[in-house]
């Protein structure tokens, strides 16, 4: 009988950097920073896409251009806190998926709104850093 032994350090360590890559991009929308959002995702052509609500973007340049600079744009929109919490992730090879939380909270037009909601990501990992390829989020 042949023993399969896991590494768990390599795993564990390959999970925190995922939830790094997460963690830091849920901190660019809290501060809305596009160009710190583009370093985590493939920002070339339609290499990432993101379903949210109702939504469908395919290309990052048309989730930041239709989707994300006008809300960033809009005044009334205040977030106060964006935060991606409670992972599960798996790992194969250069591709992972994660499941989490998404703990927000925002004004608009005065008003304070706070909600948890749910995502998941499929990342790829590229020239040894993890970008995320996909998000779904309800």
Not at 47 to 64: L, M, P, Q, S, V
Not at 73 to 99: H, I, M, P, Q
């Amino acid at each position: 009988m042949q023993s399969m032994a896991v590494n768990t350090s390599d795993t564990s360590q390959k999970n925190q950097s995922i939830e790094a890559a997460l963690n830091n991009y849920s901190l660019q929308i809290n501060a809305k920073n596009l160009a710190s959002m583009e370093s985590y995702v493939l920002a070339s052509g339609t290499d990432f896409t993101i379903f949210e609500g109702k939504g469908t973007n395919i290309g990052w340049a048309d989730y930041r251009d239709n989707h994300l600079a006008p809300e960033f744009g809009n005044e009334d929109l205040v977030f106060t806190k964006y935060e991606f919490t409670d992972y599960r992730t798996n790992v194969s090879g250069d591709l992972a998926t994660a499941t989490f939380s998404i703990n927000m909270a925002y004004t608009y037009k005065n008003e304070d709104k706070a909600f948890i909601k749910h995502g998941t990501a499929i990342l790829k990992k590229t020239n040894g850093t993890w970008k995320i390829a996909h998000l779904h989020t309800s």
